[in-house]
């Protein structure tokens, strides 16, 4: 399951870029105006602040994106992630593209990511029942 795994790597390097820029902004313009620096504006404490909780909870919908993938659910989650990067070109477009390949065309990992159905019970081994039984 190369593509799979590729998706996690993108999704968590992804959500690691976006936190991380979220915080510096928060940093650089949010930070001097709690701090009571004199050339420090509201405004752009207020936009930092703004920023910190798009691109911050976008990188984090990434982190939650990446792990959900490896336990075989998260389709739903990264068709979202897809579909709010498709504008930014030419990087987010790519990746966004490949997410929706990965996610719904490739066979091997529309199987993994299927949902399993509730009336599929697992399959009881004999040797297991008796060995329940004795203990």
Same mark, same amino acid.
Request: proline share 6%; charged share 10%.
């Given at each position: 399951m190369g593509h799979l795994t590729m998706m996690r790597v993108l999704d968590a390097g992804f959500g690691v870029l976006a936190t991380g820029t979220g915080a510096y902004v928060f940093h650089?313009?949010?930070?001097?105006?709690? *701090?009571?620096?004199?050339?420090? =504006?509201? +405004?752009?404490? /207020?936009?930092?602040?703004?920023?910190?909780? +798009?691109?911050?909870?976008?990188?984090?919908?990434? +982190?939650?994106?990446?792990?959900r993938l490896g336990r075989g659910r998260g389709r739903m989650l990264q068709t979202f992630l897809a579909c709010s990067l498709l504008l930014t070109f030419p990087i987010g477009t /790519?990746?966004?593209?490949?997410? +929706?390949?990965?996610?719904?065309a490739h066979p091997?990992?529309?199987?993994?990511?299927?949902?399993? *159905?509730? =009336?599929e019970e697992p399959v009881r *081994?004999?040797?297991?029942l008796k060995a329940a039984a004795i203990s």
């Open positions: 650089l313009w949010t930070l001097p105006a709690i *701090e009571g620096v004199a050339d420090a =504006s509201v +405004l752009m404490a /207020i936009l930092g602040t703004l920023i910190l909780l +798009l691109v911050g909870g976008l990188g984090l919908a990434c +982190l939650l994106a990446a792990v /790519i990746f966004a593209l490949y997410a +929706l390949w990965v996610c719904w091997d990992v529309r199987r993994h990511l299927a949902p399993v *159905e509730p =009336s *081994e004999p040797h297991l």
